[in-house]
């Protein structure tokens, strides 16, 4: 789905996008391989390594993975080279759904510096240089996970309240103070029909929708979370194509470091 979107995307935008498939039982060094020969390659300026990777290639090999690109290929903005450079507030190249959540924010004038952003998750993906990304915008920032005590309370303390962890419709109203804005970044693929029952109001149409396919994507906000936010955004069609949309952002910034 995801390699689709971004395949679809780049075609559109006019940039070449080239997709290498290994096959399923493809080891570690092979995939490293692959990627080397692409770090040396003079007509690709980005690189990224769609995840998640084949448990067969055991636990580090992600992080092996995101290792291997070169920094200025690196258009995911997974390189340790790229998340210190995103530290220190002078990142070239920086992870596409934490920036994609920015330009949303800043495009829909919600103002940012001064604002308590409180940030659930923190994934080195996602919730980390959110929150990076955020303080360099002068929010106060909490980041939240699964061992913080009181969630619901820390929650309703945020004016931008950016849900990124992958249980689909865990934020309820009772987490959000009235008029805060609400960035909704899970993405999970609910079947059974019960749950599905609990997150639609009766009047949805999205349960015919669920009737059809017997499956339905949920983001991380319950849907009675419009009622008290004063922004929300929606899953799917809100984080997803902006994410995808940084990705080719980066990929044209990439291609003119390299043109110098
Ligand atoms: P992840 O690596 O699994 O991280 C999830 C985070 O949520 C962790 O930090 C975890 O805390 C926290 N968490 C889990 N259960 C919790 C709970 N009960 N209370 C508080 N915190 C809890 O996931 P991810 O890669 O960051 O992705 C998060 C979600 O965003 C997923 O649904 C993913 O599909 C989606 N996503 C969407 C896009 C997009 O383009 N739309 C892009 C990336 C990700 P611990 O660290 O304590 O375990």
């Known amino acids: 789905l995801y390699v689709g979107?971004?395949?679809?995307?780049?075609?559109?935008?006019?940039?070449?996008?080239?997709?290498?498939?290994?096959?399923?039982?493809?080891?570690?060094?092979?995939?490293?391989?692959?990627?080397?020969?692409?770090?040396?390659?003079?007509?690709?300026?980005?690189i990224l390594v769609q995840s998640p990777l084949p448990a067969a290639m055991g636990r580090d090999a992600e992080q092996q993975v995101f290792d291997a690109v070169a920094p200025a290929k690196d258009v995911d903005g997974f390189h340790p080279m790229n998340v210190g450079r995103l530290v220190q507030n002078r990142a070239d190249l920086v992870?596409?759904?934490?920036?994609?959540?920015?330009?949303?924010?800043?495009?829909?004038?919600?103002?940012?510096?001064?604002?308590?952003?409180?940030?659930?998750?923190?994934?080195?993906?996602?919730?980390?240089?959110?929150?990076?990304?955020?303080?360099?915008r002068n929010a106060t920032v909490t980041i939240c996970h699964s061992r913080t005590v009181d969630l619901p309370r820390i929650a309703r303390a945020a004016d931008i309240l950016i849900a990124a962890i992958g249980r689909a419709g865990f934020v309820t109203a009772d987490f959000v103070k009235p008029g805060a804005t609400v960035i909704d970044v899970g993405t999970t693929r609910v079947e059974d029909p019960a749950l599905v029952d609990r997150l639609l109001p009766p009047e949805s149409k999205r349960r015919e929708a669920f009737a059809r396919r017997g499956a339905l994507v949920f983001?991380?906000?319950?849907?009675?979370?419009?009622?008290?936010?004063?922004?929300?955004?929606?899953?799917?069609?809100?984080?997803?194509?902006?994410?995808?949309?940084?990705?080719?952002?980066?990929?044209?910034?990439?291609?003119?470091?390299?043109?110098?």
């Open 219 to 260: 983001g991380d906000v319950h849907a009675e979370v419009e009622n008290v936010a004063g922004a929300l955004s929606p899953v799917p069609g809100g984080v997803g194509p902006l994410t995808i949309a940084m990705l080719l952002k980066n990929t044209v910034r990439a291609a003119h470091m390299r043109l110098g």
């Open 95 to 136: 992870s596409c759904t934490p920036s994609g959540i920015i330009e949303l924010l800043e495009r829909s004038d919600i103002p940012i510096a001064g604002r308590h952003a409180v940030v659930i998750g923190r994934s080195d993906i996602v919730g980390k240089p959110m929150a990076l990304l955020l303080l360099h």
């Open 5 to 46: 979107s971004k395949l679809k995307s780049a075609g559109e935008t006019g940039l070449r996008a080239d997709i290498e498939r290994l096959p399923a039982t493809a080891s570690l060094d092979q995939l490293l391989h692959l990627i080397d020969s692409l770090n040396q390659s003079d007509v690709h300026d980005g």
